[in-house]
């Protein structure tokens, strides 16, 4: 078995509390127009050259593992999307069982995750980027610019929960009873999600968990700024925000602007 | 390590230099000015060995008239006062810290001021009573010692148990940002305070210190131990006689294969430099007096019987690297397997020779000599081609997993000292315990000591001292500086470019 890994750090220091081992994977599902790991998005059959990513099998990986174990906390699959290579992981998670390290995967939050018993159980934390609801890609913002704000529409919202907010919200709820996650980001941009309910009601969910690290970043294109003026959201939006979520009680958050 | 009449003017003329640095220089060449022949009985070929720059006594002098490194009991202070000095047993913070204020100025040592002042922390906490008050107290204190004590080589320890004085004591030096005292967490890793330990980790970050020394490993080695001066472990009511070190960096110029490093070269300056030592310990118990007269010995506060002899290397990687030259193979100290062995093998022929010695004076360790790994001095171009102790010279350092995993292979060579510094950039602040992850790590991979700072720290860690990186820049502009330490860190960092240490990210 063999995954695509695009890289490796075996120390890092931002992907979860402590030392970690941080794998990125090649190949994602979306094409965020603010990624900053954008060399991790095509997939292997479409990435340019054997310098974009090699494969390591489940060995190899263990081998680079048990080079710094003495070093680190755990181990975090990121890229790139690691719930594209679900069986694989589960695999290597297995393989890490007894070397008592934890297992962390970051992930865009796309598939489901609680319903695969065999992920869960082998998966120790989760970090969950919150898209909102469509792949925020560039088309697809031009292709939405249907609400100026779409805070404003009940209708809308109603809508959102039954596409969107109604199934992430049953995964996390199960995550969250079972304390594996870790930690929560939301990328702020106007025009894909209603900004102001989606953080409010994740905010509810998560306010008794002070563990858990919530992080609200504002959006930053990769490359010029102008493809993306419309949906870049105001000063004046973010203190709103920050108040909302202050107000509700969530006490371990930032917000990047 | 001979002076000359020559030396003496330039000190007395010299613009950039204190009257107290230059009092204590006087003092240091007026030793020097005797023969070794005559007074030690050096022999020739040990006279040339220092000529030739392999062996290397730091200038510690000649006419030995004090040990080198002193480590007094400050628990007997507590306990019993001191006669000589007319100090009552203290009672109160505020008596326990102006006794010792008092105590530091008649302590000896190399640099002519204390080189261990004590663990701090537990000397204090049976006296803290009011956190707010005793907190100023604690700061005015610590700042006396950077201002009187002009010199970083002066450290403080403290430990990791969860007190009220270990904290006002970080909270302290992270406000002060002195250079001086140096000092150092002995972090016991089957008991330490979590919290105590993330904000010495963040104070280390901010203000270069404190450094943390294995306590598993030290405590295993002396019944009780404190770090002095750069990280030298040494036993309490003790300390070091002397520490002459050979520059392995200059010694392996001599030899023309691998045979004959480990069959002639190696083994012979081993030999003198065992002699060196063995007549410089006797000079100074027999001759000088000190244990005779020494108020510090006849009130308990240090034992002859707890001094070691400290028997210093520099310049493993050259000395590698050099070999594997000789030897026609690629390789470099740092980055290859093949020299790391090559290393370990210098290091265990050394250690098995050095322990076959009976040494003078040294009941402690049962007549053997103690490896030191000397962090270096710029006495003379020779320093140039002997990189520190057992490290990997600044410039060819791999990443810190790999660094991490190679230097843990050499700390169990040197239990009267050696260490690590490493440097990290400012996003360690956000996620200390990604710092702790890995000096807990490395100290259950069996390092012994190792120090942390940060990128934008104005305060840095040269090899084993501290000196703030504006005083350097004053120096090299000849303004007149106050600590003697500034001018050693100016000139190692010309040499070996330490303020560019590779920055972990």
């Given at each position: 078995m063999k995954i695509p890994v695009h890289k490796i750090i075996p120390f890092s220091n931002v992907d979860g509390i402590g030392n970690r081992m941080a794998i990125f994977l090649q190949g994602c599902n979306y094409?965020?127009?603010?990624?900053?790991?954008?060399?991790?998005?095509?997939?292997?059959?479409?990435?340019?050259?054997?310098?974009?990513?090699?494969?390591?099998?489940?060995?190899?990986?263990?081998?680079?593992?048990?080079?710094?174990?003495?070093?680190?906390?755990?181990?975090?699959?990121s890229g790139g999307e690691p719930l594209l290579y679900e069986s694989e992981i589960i695999s290597l998670f297995r393989e890490m069982e007894s070397m008592n390290l934890t297992r962390y995967i970051d992930t865009n939050f796309s598939k489901p995750i609680t319903k695969n018993k065999e992920l869960l159980n082998s998966t120790d934390g989760f970090l969950i980027d919150i898209k909102g609801y469509n792949n925020p890609d560039i088309n697809i913002l031009n292709a939405n610019k249907v609400y100026e704000n779409l805070d404003e529409s009940d209708e809308y919202k109603r809508m959102y929960d039954e596409i969107y907010l109604n199934d992430k919200i049953e995964d996390l709820k199960i995550l969250l009873k079972l304390n594996k996650v870790k930690e929560i980001r939301i990328v702020l941009i106007n025009g894909i999600y209603p900004i102001k309910y989606l953080v409010k009601t994740i905010s509810n969910l998560i306010k008794e968990h002070s563990d858990i690290r919530f992080k609200l970043i504002r959006v930053h294109e990769r490359g010029s700024i102008n493809k993306i003026k419309n949906y870049v959201p105001s000063n004046a939006q973010l203190d709103d925000l920050e108040k909302l979520v202050r107000e509700i009680g969530v006490k371990n958050f930032e917000v990047t602007r | 390590m001979r002076a000359t009449l020559e030396d003496i003017k330039s000190v007395i003329e010299s613009d950039v230099l204190t009257y107290e640095q230059k009092h204590h220089i006087l003092a240091n060449l007026a030793e020097r000015m005797l023969d070794p022949?005559?007074?030690?009985?050096?022999?020739?070929?040990?006279?040339?060995?220092?000529?030739?720059?392999?062996?290397?006594?730091?200038?510690?002098?000649?006419?030995?008239?004090?040990p080198r490194y002193i480590l007094p009991d400050y628990n007997l202070l507590v306990k019993k006062g001191c006669k000589f000095l007319e100090i009552e047993k203290p009672n109160t913070l505020e008596e326990l810290i102006n006794a010792l204020m008092i105590f530091y100025k008649?302590?000896?040592?190399?640099?002519?001021?204390?080189?261990?002042?004590?663990?701090?922390?537990?000397?204090?906490?049976?006296?803290?009573t009011n956190l707010d008050k005793d907190f100023i107290l604690i700061k005015s204190?610590?700042?006396?010692?950077?201002?009187?004590?002009?010199?970083?080589?002066?450290?403080?320890?403290?430990?990791?148990?969860?007190?009220?004085?270990?904290?006002?004591?970080?909270?302290?030096?992270?406000?002060?940002?002195?250079?001086?005292?140096?000092?150092?967490?002995?972090?016991?890793?089957?008991?330490?305070?979590?919290?105590?330990?993330?904000?010495?980790?963040?104070?280390s970050l901010k203000v270069a210190?404190?450094?943390?020394?294995?306590?598993?490993?030290y405590s295993s080695e002396y019944d009780d131990y404190g770090i002095a001066?750069?990280?030298?472990?040494?036993?309490?009511?003790?300390?070091?006689?002397?520490?002459?070190?050979?520059?392995?960096?200059?010694?392996?110029?001599?030899?023309?294969?691998?045979?004959?490093?480990?069959?002639?070269i190696l083994p012979s300056y081993i030999d003198l430099m065992l002699s060196i030592m063995d007549k410089r310990i006797k000079y100074l118990v027999e001759e000088s007096n000190f244990f005779k007269s020494s108020f510090l010995v006849k009130e308990g506060f240090i034992s002859k019987d707890r001094f070691i002899g400290m028997f210093g290397l520099i310049g493993l990687s050259?000395?590698?690297?050099?070999?594997?030259?000789?030897?026609?193979?690629?390789?470099?100290?740092?980055?290859?397997?093949?020299?790391?062995?090559?290393?370990?093998?210098?290091?265990?022929?050394?250690?098995?020779?050095?322990?076959?010695?009976?040494?003078?004076?040294?009941?402690?360790?049962?007549?053997?000599?103690?490896?030191?790994?000397?962090?270096?001095?710029?006495?003379?171009?020779?320093?140039?081609?002997?990189?520190?102790?057992?490290?990997?010279?600044?410039?060819?350092?791999?990443?810190?997993?790999?660094?991490?995993?190679?230097?843990?292979?050499?700390?169990?060579?040197?239990?009267?000292?050696?260490?690590?510094?490493?440097?990290?950039?400012?996003?360690?602040?956000?996620?200390?315990?990604?710092?702790?992850?890995?000096?807990?790590?490395?100290?259950?991979?069996?390092?012994?000591?190792?120090?942390?700072y940060g990128a934008n720290s104005d305060l840095v860690r040269v090899t084993g001292y501290l000196v703030k990186r504006s005083e350097v820049e004053k120096l090299k502009n000849n303004e007149v500086v106050r600590r003697s330490t500034t001018a050693f860190g100016k000139g190692t960092n010309e040499r070996a470019r330490v303020f560019d240490r590779k920055e972990v990210k």
């Open positions: 094409n965020c127009v603010y990624c900053h790991n954008p060399e991790t998005i095509k997939m292997p059959n479409k990435a340019k050259s054997c310098s974009d990513f090699r494969y390591y099998s489940i060995k190899d990986l263990i081998k680079e593992i048990d080079k710094v174990k003495a070093f680190i906390r755990g181990v975090t699959i | 022949e005559e007074l030690l009985g050096y022999t020739k070929e040990e006279i040339k060995a220092h000529e030739e720059g392999v062996i290397c006594d730091l200038n510690e002098g000649i006419g030995l008239y004090r008649h302590v000896p040592s190399i640099t002519s001021f204390p080189v261990y002042i004590g663990e701090l922390d537990l000397l204090m906490e049976p006296f803290i204190f610590l700042n006396y010692i950077d201002k009187v004590i002009s010199d970083s080589f002066c450290h403080a320890n403290i430990s990791s148990k969860n007190t009220k004085a270990g904290k006002l004591i970080l909270k302290a030096i992270g406000e002060l940002n002195n250079p001086t005292p140096n000092i150092t967490m002995k972090l016991d890793l089957e008991n330490y305070d979590s919290d105590l330990l993330n904000t010495a980790l963040e104070t210190k404190p450094s943390f020394a294995n306590d598993k490993i001066s750069c990280y030298n472990g040494l036993p309490i009511a003790g300390g070091g006689y002397t520490l002459p070190r050979i520059r392995l960096g200059t010694l392996v110029k001599r030899a023309n294969s691998e045979k004959d490093f480990f069959e002639n050259d000395c590698v690297n050099k070999l594997l030259e000789i030897k026609g193979i690629n390789g470099v100290f740092g980055k290859s397997e093949e020299a790391d062995d090559l290393a370990i093998k210098i290091l265990e022929f050394i250690k098995i020779r050095v322990d076959k010695h009976k040494g003078v004076y040294t009941p402690y360790t049962g007549g053997k000599y103690i490896l030191h790994g000397q962090v270096g001095a710029s006495l003379m171009d020779e320093d140039d081609f002997n990189t520190p102790a057992h490290r990997i010279s600044v410039g060819n350092e791999p990443e810190l997993p790999e660094h991490l995993n190679q230097a843990a292979k050499f700390h169990e060579f040197f239990p009267s000292g050696t260490g690590d510094v490493f440097r990290f950039d400012q996003t360690y602040f956000n996620n200390i315990n990604a710092l702790k992850d890995i000096l807990l790590g490395s100290f259950n991979k069996n390092f012994r000591y190792l120090s942390f």
